[in-house]
């Protein structure tokens, strides 16, 4: 039998407030891996809620050069494309702060969703357990690039990154890690901003197999969500 979901529930009144509470996590959870193991290895997702707590980030006081980054999807762009996750975490975060930069790992989603699911899933076979795991959450339930109806939701297998020819959020051509590979993981945060998540969260809380309650870590994740997720109100951010 598959090991089920934990879920710890998170409601916030705005996304301010969630963004505050996502920062304190990772940077605990850094904290923690760091005194523990010597190294911090973070997962991050693409999306609107995340870059937002990566603007944040820049301004943190950590090990910086304890920190190894990993992405959980990528669009398959060419290098630098504005619109590949790993681009949009390097612009808000990563170039600004002094993590090594053989230390930031993106997929190379240039080769294609095969050639680069190929080559990520070998880089990945030498990365253990990963002490954070960051996800987002779509309006149709989808995580990272596990859409729903895709190809993977068959299988009783995957490789631990996974092509994706077809998803219905552009482009439709991506690499995934896989649920299995984003749940050998000691955390995994979830973060679901806007009132546009409503059913998507519901679905989820009410227990209907959505792609996002198949990420399964043995201590459980943590779903940090608001309703107020409208960009109009950061901008009266002091
Ligand atoms: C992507 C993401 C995707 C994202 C969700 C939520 O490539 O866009 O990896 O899984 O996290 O779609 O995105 P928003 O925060 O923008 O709603």
């Known amino acids: ?44 997702s693409g999306g609107t809620t995340p870059r937002r707590l990566y603007q944040v980030l820049r301004q943190a006081q950590t090990g910086w050069s304890a920190w190894h980054i990993y992405f959980g999807d990528e669009r398959c762009l060419p290098a630098g494309a504005p619109e590949r996750n790993s681009h949009m975490a390097r612009l808000a975060w990563l170039d600004q702060v002094s993590i090594p930069a053989a230390q930031i790992h993106p997929i190379p989603a240039e080769l294609g969703p095969e050639g680069g699911a190929g080559r990520y899933a070998r880089e990945l076979a030498q990365v253990g357990e990963f002490d954070l795991v960051l996800l987002g959450l779509g309006e149709d339930g989808h995580t990272a690039s596990l859409f729903p109806g895709g190809a993977w939701e068959g299988e009783a297998w ?41 059913p998507a969260l519901m679905a989820w809380r009410e227990g209907q197999p959505i792609p996002a309650s198949r990420i399964c870590p043995p201590a459980g994740v943590d779903v940090f969500f608001c309703f107020d997720g409208d960009p109009a109100h950061r901008a009266n951010r002091p």
């Open 158 to 198: 995957l490789p631990a990154a996974i092509p994706v020819l077809d998803a219905p959020k552009p482009p439709p051509q991506r690499v995934s890690l896989s649920p299995a590979r984003l749940s050998l993981a000691s955390r995994v945060l979830f973060l679901a901003s806007g009132e546009a998540k409503r």
């Open 1 to 44: 039998m598959k090991p089920g979901q934990t879920c710890r529930w998170h409601a916030f009144p705005d996304q301010v407030a969630l963004e505050q509470a996502a920062l304190r996590f990772m940077l605990e959870s850094a904290e923690q891996a760091i005194a523990e193991r010597g190294v911090f290895r973070l997962v991050l």
